[in-house]
């Protein structure tokens, strides 16, 4: 693990849906995009005034999956299940896969699975850029 990552920066939080936790392990992970909620004004002379919003902090990330039927059909099942993320509505718990850490997260954006040709193999599914915003973390 890194000295510092976003799970220090991240306050507890109680997800909406938290009977079980997604946990696939995906092909890539995009890098975690983070800032401070704050807003820059440039003046037409070129100067800076940044105001800040909050103290919190955004995290974001987006993975890209080719897996097993299985972990596809478990992604879309949180994606799609209303009583689980309902789309992009509700918070869930999600195990980040490197840096050993839980996040309650919310998926941002539509689910998109595709059937992708493959010559040597006769062709596999994958879900592509799942993007989730992280809305705090689960107490280690």
Do not use: C
């Amino acid at each position: 693990m890194a000295d510092k990552e976003m799970y220090d920066y991240l306050s507890v939080v109680t997800p909406d849906y938290s009977a079980t936790t997604l946990s696939v392990s995906p092909q890539k992970i995009v890098p975690e995009t983070g800032q401070k909620n704050q807003i820059l004004n440039v003046g037409d002379d070129g100067s800076e005034e940044v105001i800040d919003l909050s103290d919190d902090f955004l995290f974001m990330t987006a993975l890209s999956f080719v897996q097993s039927s299985s972990d596809i059909g478990l992604v879309l099942d949180f994606y799609f299940d209303s009583s689980k993320a309902n789309g992009i509505a509700r918070s869930f718990k999600w195990a980040h896969p490197k840096d050993g850490h839980t996040y309650v997260v919310k998926f941002r954006g539509p689910m998109t699975r595709n059937w992708e040709e493959d010559l040597i193999e006769g062709g596999y599914q994958s879900v592509r850029q799942i993007s989730l915003k992280i809305i705090g973390k689960i107490a280690d």
